[in-house]
């Protein structure tokens, strides 16, 4: 049994420290990736949460999430009965973040981003099983164990599209149809392969090709090539 020194659920001071070894610039992405575990889970995501995702990714837009906290406040009290409300907090937390990393002035608590990672395990207290627990704690410990990172910011931000990488295939491609199923890491052989063709420049048909023939060849399996072309699109916007 874990002890409450030890628990993330519960010890903030253990958030804390895993918010304070991230890059500033690493902070939005971070906050975003372990927002996305929730993605499959909640059945109608706002279009504020999803307008969230699109100033995550684009850092000159990163001031804009002030005013997109304001909309995801507005849209909770607008819809009280929400479920899981808990969840709305989160994501208030991921917007202060993304505004703080940007810079401008008038910030949030700058203690905003220590309570994400109690937050969001709490929160995946509401839905059954344990998968997306092992999921949300997965993304929040991704640069925990390796303080390189904190000092070294085109590494971060390498080892977070590896991580992105790894996600896509094993949640939008999955050629053999067992991501609810099989060991998370069915597929991860295949990940370094393909992050090394996104680092080389590689356009869409490459990676596409590369995907397919692991499809065919490696597994056995009948995949199609414009498939692989759409999931090869989402693998280029994650980087």
């Not at 906290?69 to 507005?74: C, D, G, N, P, S």
């Not at 808990?86 to 401008?104: F, P």
């Not at 869409?204 to 199609?224: C, D, P, W, Y």
């Amino acid at each position: 049994m874990v002890t409450e020194q030890y628990d993330i659920k519960t010890n903030i001071k253990i958030g804390q420290q895993i918010f304070e070894n991230l890059p500033n610039d690493i902070r939005p992405s971070w906050a975003g990736l372990v927002l996305s575990r929730f993605d499959r889970y909640i059945k109608n995501i706002p279009n504020s949460i999803s307008e969230l995702y699109q100033i995550i990714d684009d850092k000159d837009r990163w001031k804009d999430a002030h005013e997109q906290f304001t909309k995801i406040r507005v849209f909770g009290l607008e819809n009280k009965n929400y479920e899981p409300e808990i969840y709305l907090r989160l994501v208030e937390l991921v917007a202060k973040v993304t505004y703080n990393a940007s810079g401008q002035s008038a910030p949030f608590d700058s203690n905003s981003g220590h309570y994400i990672a109690s937050l969001a395990l709490k929160a995946t207290e509401y839905f059954e099983g344990n998968r997306l627990e092992e999921e949300v704690k997965s993304a929040l410990l991704l640069f925990s164990r390796n303080k390189k990172f904190k000092d070294n910011l085109t590494t971060a931000k390498d080892f977070l599209v590896y991580k992105k990488i790894d996600d896509i295939l094993w949640f939008d491609w999955d050629p053999i149809g067992i991501n609810d199923l099989a060991p998370r890491d069915e597929y991860q052989c295949y990940v370094l392969e393909i992050f090394g063709l996104v680092k080389s420049n590689a356009d869409r048909q490459e990676i596409a090709k590369r995907l397919h023939k692991f499809e065919t060849e490696n597994m056995g399996m009948s995949g199609t090539l414009e498939n692989c072309l759409t999931i090869a699109d989402k693998i280029l916007k994650a980087h």
